[in-house]
């Protein structure tokens, strides 16, 4: 670069170049590691990181960079950057930023761009990049010059973080990057916005609603977790001495053993917890979307029920369901008012009832005394580890085992991926978790079919020596999918077979973990637990048989009360 | 048209490159009918604002997909217009 246009009788100011003003702007943020595969197009971001007190944490796959910040932002509540070049490298981030939408995690990727001058000629890893991120972030922007990244980055983190949280992206042509301009003075790093004004008068309605119900069921979700608002929701529930039924996304707000706790609603939830949805006559929905998995055949779900809705995206409430009273807001807000208001109270009636429920119609965990069956197999993790662990899965049989039968015990504690149902999204978003935790061992449970998809990012966590256990429920199938031939397509078992065995100890010892087989083990009780205990990375393969299925099962599209039992129940 | 099935929305939005396509996006992917859309810059007022009319052809989803639409970070507001004397009226020679 000739700096000839500068005058030459003024002193040189000190000018410094997009890539260079974009990093100091993360690091304003409070950005500590940035998730990432570096490339053509994003080259000059690359090199003003190595100036940064920033640490990068280098992917196999820009979907493994996408997941590791999302496991981040999802342990920390902050917002999480992730970069990639052009071309393949923004597609590949695709799929992890979708995920960040469906489950409302504040995540940032960052891409590089061709050119402005070229864009548009189908240059060398090209791709519309904002077309793509466009349908699948809250935000998106091109950036046009360096000085709008003094706009754009803080207003990231702004949109990212208030009301809903929900991932952006934000491309940067190379050009844009290499830009050298004279900074006058940094902006205010973009912060969460205020929350959305309410009503107090809607509070007091919600609790002369809740006083005047006989069968109240509280329905808890992520958005409870997001807002940090498990405390009060506990008191909450207590208090007013109302049950409640957690979403998939709301694990661990209550504990596993609360006396008020019903487990996990919908699909695959407890039976009686179902049946108790049956008999409510109000439904009082906390940050909750009443997704589809939940309710079921939405003419089915709480067909007794009145319905309260409270939630801070106006656009999710009346979508599904129409409430007699919603209060758009930040659950938190509502609860520590409502928590100051409240008239102690309690239900012996409708708690009486629900006992009659839960001992009628319980939740029956076939096999869980033996190893290699699957609630056997996460009864004896969770038996010889404590409240410490983080949890995360990947996609199918083995996510549904683990959320029925692994007792969940704290906000915050599981992490999974719920809305878009990413095969592939436990290891990454374990590394993350890692790195974001290093305190607490992550427990990643997976299944053969789901590990495969991502698994070359075992190397990335063996990089950072982080404390990552990945045990694989191995049926040598998509047991998921085999499930639903079996039940709905006649035992067509079309394409859910593995023909090749893949021997996974060993593919983990290549990229530098520790791998065991308890299939081929002695003494498998005594290796898992010395697995489990001793501090870093170790794939664990536990064999189990394809004919295992999750029960109950509301079949897709079908009212919850009609569940699929097993054999056994 | 048919005054019955038909809604009109003015929207006010910023005026950059991309704000089209996240609200044109926003009704494509969400399944809404999109009968007609004019867009021009505001005329005497701020020139970083533009004014968006849709036609929109819902009845039971309106209320939805106009705080869908309001969501949206470009969109600075969105009413519901009446449909007399609208610039789609107004225009309608142009469409035949």
Known sequence: ???????????????????????????????????????????????????????????????????????????SGKAQVCFASSGPGASNLVTAVADAKMDSVPLIAITGQVPQAMIGTDAFQEIDTFGLMLPITKHNWMVRSAEELLEVIPRAFQIVLSGRPGPVSIDIPKDVQNELIEVESMPEPGRREANPEFDLQLVESMLSRIRSAHRPILMIGGGVIYAGAAAALVEFAEQLDLPAVQTFMGLGILRNDHPLSLGMLGMHGAPYTNLVLEECDLVIGMGVRFDDRATGKVAGFCPRAEIIHVDIDASEINKIMQPALSIRA???????????????????????????????????????GDLFRPYGAIKAVAALLDDSVSITTDVGQH?????QAYPINRAGQWVSSGGLGTMGFGLPAAIGMALAQPERKVICFTGDGSLMMNIQELATAAEHGLDIKVIILNNQHLGLVRQQQSLFYDKNLSAVQFQQNVDFALAARAMGFKGIDLGVSDNPLAELELALKEHGPCVINLPISETEMVFPMVAPGGANRDMIHGESA | MNPTTISLLKLTVNNHPGVLAHVCGLFARRAYNLEGVMVRPIVGGASDRSRMWLLV?????????????????????????????????????FFV
């Open chain 1, 399 to 403: 996510q549904m085992w683990v959320a």
């Open chain 1, 1 to 75: 670069m000739t700096d000839s246009a500068i005058d030459q009788n003024k002193p040189p100011r000190p000018r410094i170049s997009g890539s260079q003003l974009l990093i100091k702007l993360l690091e304003r943020q409070g950005v500590t590691h940035i998730s990432g595969v570096p490339g053509g197009a994003n080259l000059p971001m690359y090199d003003a990181l190595t100036d940064s007190s920033i640490k990068h944490v280098l992917a196999r796959h820009e979907q493994g960079a996408g997941f590791i910040a999302q496991g981040m932002a999802r342990v």
């Open chain 1, 330 to 368: 930040d659950v938190g807000e509502v609860l520590a008012i409502a928590n100051t208001r409240l008239e102690r109270g309690s239900r012996p009636v409708w708690r009486k009832r629900i006992e009659q429920l839960k001992l009628g119609h319980p939740l029956l965990l076939d096999g869980e």
């Open chain 2, 57 to 93: 052809n819902e009845e039971e989803r309106l209320q939805q997909l106009i705080r869908q639409t309001e969501k949206l970070i470009d969109v600075i507001s969105v009413e519901q217009h009446e449909l007399k004397g609208s610039i789609f009226e107004q225009t309608e020679a």
